[in-house]
Nanobody
Framework: QVQLVESGGGLVQPGGSLRLSCAAS????????MGWYRQAPGKQRELVAT???????NYADSVKGRFTISRDNAKNTVYLQMNSLKPDDTAVYYC???????????????WGQGTQVTVSS
């Protein structure tokens, strides 16, 4: 069993900052990639940022220069530092991890339960 637990969401004013965390736990052999997605009301879930290692990151154009993704391999944890937040960033943010449970299993994606981020004055 694998669990992804997110934390750090909340209400923030425009221009403010938040830091999201997501810890993966359970039977994990190898984590290949981790990332964040978001879904606003009435919209499809979209990619925010992904990371394989510190030299391999990917960001949505809408968050480039404002958000930073990082990863602590020793803790199986991924972070999303969000600065200069805008009302358009309001959404439920989901953690995603592409991992292998053991050498006997193929790698697959796992999802967290989501954390609400609301940017409003």
């Amino acid at each position: 069993q694998v669990q992804l637990v997110e934390s750090g969401g909340g209400l923030v004013q425009p221009g403010g900052s938040l830091r999201l965390s997501c810890a993966a736990s359970g039977s994990i052999f190898s984590i290949i990639a981790m990332g964040w997605y978001r879904q606003a009301p009435g919209k499809q879930r979209e990619l925010v940022a992904t990371i394989i290692n510190s030299d391999s990151t990917n960001y949505a154009d809408s968050v480039k220069g404002r958000f930073t993704i990082s990863r602590d391999n020793a803790k199986n944890t991924v972070y999303l530092q969000m600065n200069s937040l805008k009302p358009d960033d309001t959404a439920v943010y989901y953690c995603n991890s592409y991992l292998q449970r053991s050498h006997a299993y193929r790698a697959r994606a796992y999802w967290g339960q989501g954390t609400q981020v609301t940017v409003s004055s």
